[in-house]
Each structure stands twice: as structure tokens, then as C-alpha cells.
T-cell receptor
Framework: AQSVTQLDSHVSVSEGTPVLLRCNYSSSYSPSLFWYVQHPNKGLQLLLKYTSAATLVKGINGFEAEFKKSETSFHLTKPSAHMSDAAEYFCVVSEGSQGNLIFGKGTKLSVKP | DAMVIQNPRYQVTQFGKPVTLSCSQTLNHNVMYWYQQKSSQAPKLLFHYYDKDFNNEADTPDNFQSRRPNTSFCFLDIRSPGLGDAAMYLC???????????????FGSGTRLTVV
């Protein structure tokens, strides 16, 4: 069975400092992995996805994530946080190309001025 | 733009009064999903359609039903809403995006349901 664990429920950073949101996954097959962002009262926006191509995936708004099979991790990073990055972030796994999406519990990112 | 559209954006219904949420897509994707997202929680899959084949998650209450009359439309029916059904309901599709080699998922903006 597949699952996703987001290791931090809340991360707080200062504007201009790096962001690290941690995610570990469990999957029996070759997974597809995603990071989605959700601003308050908004829908989900895809930041980036990994589908067995390059292990370092670049996404929108300066975010990137690295797939590490040996560590079963897919951590999300950004070199410099902006105030507009404050939101909820979900790590998501899917088995196969159109498998159901399994969401982690989310990490709330706060950005202090 | 091709997209997934959910109507209405906000829905208020009375306790026990049936309510229907709608989702339409212009992507011609073969798979459509309904997720329930309660406050400060992750989205939870209720069910999905693979073409006309309906797939219900084991823990989805019987109070929730769905219809997909054609490729473009999918409806979520809540037969007797309770206070615990207040949530954001997200519709999503999956399929090949135009010009893409692989499959992608597209989410609608959601319908926020309030039960009074």
C-alpha cells in the first residue's frame, strides 16, 4: 500500500531564508510524486511532479524537490522564502500514471517579515 | 482555457436537505475524482470514475452518491447532509494534457459547503 508522511505539520521561516518541507513516501511500485500548494480558501495548485525522469525536479515559483529512492524521500526546497509563499503544502503520491492520489496531512508554511 | 470548473463556489444547505455539487471539464479526461477536504485536513478521496466505471472508496458514507452522465460532467449528491459534511469539495480530472507526453491531474477551485 502506498502512503505519504509529511514530517512537519508547521514550518516557520523568515522572509529571504531557505525553505525545507520534508516528505517521505511508501510505495510498492514506481511512484509518481507531487507537491501541491493551497492558499486559504483556494483550490490546489501543482508546484511540481516527479514521474521517473530526472531526480531533481524544478517547479514553479522557485521551488524544487529531489527524489531520493534510497531514502524514500521527496523533500521540497526553495532558496529564499517570500511572504506570498505562506500557504499549506501537500506531498502526494500516485501509483502509476493515473493511480489515485494519496495526500499527506499537509505542512503549513508561515513566513515572517 | 481548458479547465475544471466547479459550481457553485459556495453552497449553503439545510441539515438533511439534499444538495448537488457539479463539476465540468473541457479537457476530455477519462478519469474524474471527488475529494472531501475538511478544515485543516488533507483532501480525502470519496470516489472516482474511470470513463463510466464508478469506483467508491471503502469508507465513503452511503450518504454520498455520484453521477457522470457524460465525459464532461460529474455530480456529487449528498442525500441528507449533516453538520459533519461541511467541507470543501474538490473535483479533479486526470488524463493527457494537450502537448504533454504523460498524464496530469487538474483540480477545480472547489465548492465550500456549509450546512446550517
Amino acid at each position: 500500500a502506498q502512503s505519504v508522511t509529511q514530517l512537519d505539520s508547521h514550518v516557520s521561516v523568515s522572509e529571504g531564508t531557505p525553505v525545507l518541507l520534508r516528505c517521505n513516501y511508501s510505495s510498492s511500485y514506481s511512484p509518481s510524486l507531487f507537491w501541491y500548494v493551497q492558499h486559504p480558501n483556494k483550490g490546489l495548485q501543482l508546484l511540481l511532479k516527479y514521474t521517473s525522469a530526472a531526480t531533481l525536479v524544478k517547479g514553479i515559483n522557485g521551488f524544487e524537490a529531489e527524489f531520493k529512492k534510497s531514502e524514500t524521500s521527496f523533500h521540497l526546497t526553495k532558496p529564499s522564502a517570500h511572504m506570498s509563499d505562506a500557504a499549506e503544502y501537500f506531498c502526494v503520491v500516485s501509483e502509476g500514471s493515473q493511480g489515485n492520489l494519496i495526500f499527506g496531512k499537509g505542512t503549513k508554511l508561515s513566513v515572517k517579515p | 482555457d481548458a479547465m475544471v470548473i466547479q459550481n457553485p463556489r459556495y453552497q449553503v444547505t439545510q441539515f438533511g436537505k439534499p444538495v448537488t455539487l457539479s463539476c465540468s471539464q473541457t479537457l476530455n479526461h477519462n478519469v474524474m475524482y471527488w475529494y472531501q477536504q475538511k478544515s485543516s485536513q488533507a483532501p480525502k478521496l470519496l470516489f472516482h470514475y474511470y470513463d463510466k466505471d464508478f469506483n467508491n472508496e471503502a469508507d465513503t458514507p452511503d450518504n454520498f452518491q455520484s453521477r457522470r452522465p457524460n465525459t464532461s460532467f460529474c455530480f456529487l449528491d449528498i442525500r441528507s447532509p449533516g453538520l459533519g459534511d461541511a467541507a470543501m469539495y474538490l473535483c479533479a480530472t486526470s488524463g493527457k494534457l494537450e502537448g504533454a507526453l504523460d498524464y496530469g491531474y487538474t483540480f477545480g477551485s472547489g465548492t465550500r459547503l456549509t450546512v446550517v
